[in-house]
């Protein structure tokens, strides 16, 4: 079960009101009879990626406080497998990656970006390296150990073993913890950004900080910002089966929407062909990397098959395998695909994918042997917080890099690897940029007010949140997933709604969870999938409806974007 019964977090209610912005350069505590709030220069929410690389480089310019909802190491990137993409090659080069990358969008990438984060793509690597992050080499060679996964025209994959995110993450932890300008607190759940005009302060709309819940203490405390930086990943867990974390639940994203931000492409939901098919194996998947060593997907009768789909076989795209074995399981009845790459040696597989080797093993499946069941799962989402390269929206006061925003990078397709690229040059952009505004001003003194509870109170029924946890996955899973229809979308829309409706009402009359703060984003991202899928009238890179099967081509490929605010937008509307 996704959630333990009855746990929930008794939270008191706020009086006093009235806080003073205190300018510093350091970290400064104001308490109230209730609520604490902490004033930053930088409030990075996150710690992947994105959010270690931005806090990190933010810190040289003024304090960082650095927030996250689990403990630091938990995060979407550090279960990235496959690597980092970035020409190392002589014989490659950038324009042949950024043509790659074209391709793989299907016509919807931003030109633009793609040419500025794959131009920069060398420079930030050596800012990771210079973090102490250590790519393979090739044996008794200073030459990189470069890899080739799907879309890619020449091995220019970097990576860590088959843990690379792990091995970024670790690094990028060290310093954070060490740097003496970066406050670190984790087991804390942004609930909503603030913002000048929800609380009806006259000039520009601007982000001045979040409402948090902290998970130990079970108390609401804020933190006021001058800038705040959402680098909080995906909503992969939108979806009943998915190769994400928990954690992955869309918070930025909706946090953002409910603040009135443009929401871009959220249709484009990438099922990762390969995730393991085993009871006892949780959202483990099976690098891409693995097929770009030569692994082939076989059915249940041994026959390879993909050659039947697309000329290029196992290396086809992602969404054209997943496709594939979705058809090629329901054609045949069978319950998964198998990835077989049994004639490489053990000793090549154990130095190649030791953490995947040894997973499997423990599985009773040897990868030296034993093809491995596989099925598609939910693994990235290309759309999120329009935002710029760096990480610039339409709030002033509010940044968004990483998963949680769309830059056009991935435009209707990611390509394999590119995603922890654009987190780390979106990164160094975004702290580039601040680093700029910070020397231009600082925001005018707000007021954040208390939290006010009113007269909600405890829960007493844990179980309909872990109901609707299920609901809203199942829903997503069965009539929002690899193939889709008009009347399957319209089906899904009519049930998350309600469900939302549900969510809010509980979230109104109750004290607030960390299990019900994902339950009400996790539904608001369903919802934003849904509601892209409705307006794109094509089939486009992951978004296949058997209602019309092909792309366009009537006029020029467009975004969707949807520009709205939901009922429950406020922050403080108790």
């Known amino acids: 079960m996704r959630y333990d019964a009855g746990v929930c977090f008794i939270l008191c209610q706020t009086l006093a009101n009235g ?26 929410i996150g710690s992947g990626l994105a959010g270690l690389m931005s806090a990190l480089q933010l810190a040289e310019y003024a304090s960082v406080t650095l927030i996250t909802k689990r403990d630091l190491s938990e995060s979407n990137s550090d279960w990235a497998q496959g690597g980092i993409s970035c020409v190392m090659d002589p014989a490659d080069s950038p324009e042949a990656h950024i043509q790659d990358t074209l391709r793989a969008g299907c016509g919807l990438c931003n030109e633009d970006a793609v040419r500025e984060i794959i131009g920069k793509a060398r420079a930030s690597i050596g800012d990771l390296e210079a973090y102490g992050v250590q790519f393979e080499r090739k044996e008794g060679s200073d030459q990189y150990d470069l890899g080739r996964e799907a879309g890619h025209s020449a091995r220019r994959v970097l990576h860590a073993g088959d843990i690379t995110g792990r091995e970024i993450i670790k690094a990028l932890i060290a310093h954070a913890e060490a740097h003496p300008n970066i406050a670190i607190r984790t087991q804390a759940m942004a609930i909503d950004l603030v913002t000048t005009g929800w609380l009806n302060s006259p000039g520009t709309n601007r982000c001045v900080g979040c409402y948090f819940l902290d998970e130990r203490a079970g108390e609401i405390f804020a933190v006021r910002a001058s800038y705040t930086i959402l680098a909080t990943g995906g909503a992969g867990k939108v979806y009943l089966y998915t190769s994400n974390p928990d954690l992955a639940t869309g918070d930025g994203i909706a946090m953002a929407w409910r603040a009135g931000l443009p929401i871009k492409n959220m249709e484009f939901v990438q099922f990762h062909p390969t995730c393991l098919y085993h009871p006892q194996a949780k959202s483990f998947l099976i690098s891409e990397a693995v097929r770009g060593e030569g692994a082939v997907l076989i059915n249940a009768a041994g026959e390879s098959f993909m050659e039947r789909y697309d000329q290029r076989g196992a290396l086809a795209p992602r969404d054209v395998v997943a496709r594939a074995i979705d058809q090629e399981v329901k054609r045949r009845g069978d319950r998964c695909a198998f990835l077989d790459i049994t004639h490489r040696d053990q000793s090549f597989l154990k130095a190649r994918f030791p953490n995947i080797y ?33 990480g610039v929206t339409a709030l002033e006061g509010l940044l968004v890099c990483g998963e949680t925003a769309c830059t056009g990078m991935h435009g209707a397709n990611r390509l394999a690897s590119n995603s922890l690229l654009e987190a780390l040059v979106m990164a160094g952009e975004t702290a580039r940029y601040l680093a700029g505004a910070h020397e231009r001003g600082r925001v005018p003194d707000v007021d954040i007010p208390d939290w006010r509870s009113g007269d909600a109170a405890p829960s007493d029924e844990a179980v309909v949140v872990e109901h609707n946890w299920n609901e809203v996955r199942t829903c997503m899973w069965d009539y929002v997933g690899i193939v889709r229809t008009n009347k399957r979308l319209e089906r899904a829309k009519r049930r998350i709604r309600n469900l939302r409706r549900e969510i809010r009402q509980y979230y109104l009359e109750y004290l607030v969870t960390a299990d019900v703060l994902e339950l009400r984003n996790l539904a608001a991202a369903a919802e934003l999938v849904i509601r892209c899928a409705e307006i794109r009238r094509e089939s486009r890179g992951l978004h296949y409806t058997l209602d019309y099967p092909e792309a366009d081509a009537s006029k020029p490929p467009q975004d969707t974007r949807i520009k709205d605010a939901p009922g429950d937008r406020l922050t403080n509307e108790r």
């Open 19 to 44: 806080l003073l912005r205190i300018k510093c350069n350091a970290w400064l505590t104001v308490t109230t009879d209730d609520m604490q709030t902490t004033d930053t220069e930088f409030l990075v």
């Open 358 to 390: 040894e997973t499997c093993l423990r599985l009773g499946i040897d990868m030296a042997s034993d093809p491995i069941p596989v099925v598609p799962a939910a693994h990235y989402v290309c759309g999120g917080v329009e935002a710029g390269v760096n």
